[in-house]
T-cell receptor
Framework: DTGVSQDPRHKITKRGQNVTFRCDPI?????LYWYRQTLGQGPEFLTY????????KSRLLSDRFSAERPKGSFSTLEIQRTEQGDSAMYLC?????????????FGQGTRLTVV | GEDVEQSLFLSVREGDSSVINCTYT??????LYWYKQEPGAGLQLLTY?????DMKQDQRLTVLLNKKDKHLSLRIADTQTGDSAIYFC?????????????FGKGTHLIIQP
């Protein structure tokens, strides 16, 4: 297993365009998380899935953002009508939740630049 | 609301100990974490501590938790150049995985030769 994989690693888009990112978690991990990290800040929680169910969404996830995990494996995060403020690193993480605490593994992120 | 504070920079000499400090505000935090981020890389979980513990040691890493003062520290013994990175403190009230983690802004650890 190569860990959490995110694609693309970098994306430059014009303001107003739609973008979609993909995250492939570690095999058999039932939880998948999306975070956003802007320059000089720590990551901020966006949303997470347990299997295919989206269990929690942060208020940071505006109506222009949508995340899916249709088969409980990979996930996509789409941003519609991108704005310059969407420029950030989008991080995905996965974990196997069985007990109280399990380690979450982060991918290398997708860096989005909106011009 | 929840808040996690860290100093932005720490400079230490190679071979010395590094102590990175963090304060948090949420008294219902159940787990507290330290993550490491190297340039261009994702986050690597270094260690975590449950809120009913005072200390946890793992090889060169020692975590101290003062729950009364809501203060967390990470001590790295014998700091090496490979320890140069950004260190994030994070807290969770849910326990487990990475749902609802609140991160600090990160401390840049700079190693002097």
């Amino acid at each position: 297993d190569t860990g959490v994989s995110q694609d693309p690693r970098h994306k430059i888009t014009k303001r107003g365009q739609n973008v979609t990112f993909r995250c492939d978690p570690i095999s058999e991990h039932n939880r998948l998380y999306w975070y956003r990290q802007t320059l000089g800040q720590g990551p901020e929680f966006l949303t997470y899935f347990q299997n295919e169910a989206q269990l929690e969404k942060s208020r940071l996830l505006s109506d222009r953002f949508s995340a899916e995990r249709p088969k409980g494996s990979f996930s996509t995060l789409e941003i519609q009508r991108t704005e310059q403020g969407d420029s950030a690193m989008y991080l995905c993480a996965s974990s196997w939740r069985t007990g109280m605490n399990t380690e979450a593994f982060f991918g290398q992120g997708t860096r989005l630049t909106v011009v | 609301g929840e808040d996690v504070e860290q100093s932005l920079f720490l400079s230490v000499r190679e071979g010395d100990s590094s102590v990175i400090n963090c304060t948090y505000t949420d008294s219902s935090s159940t787990y507290l974490y330290w993550y490491k981020q190297e340039p261009g890389a994702g986050l690597q979980l270094l260690t975590y501590i449950f809120s009913n513990m005072d200390m946890k040691q793992d090889q060169r890493l020692t975590v101290l938790l003062n729950k009364k003062d809501k203060h967390l520290s990470l001590r790295i013994a014998d700091t090496q150049t490979g320890d140069s990175a950004i260190y994030f403190c994070a807290e969770s009230t849910t326990g487990g995985g990475a749902d609802g983690l609140t991160f600090g802004k990160g401390t840049h650890l700079i190693i002097q030769p």
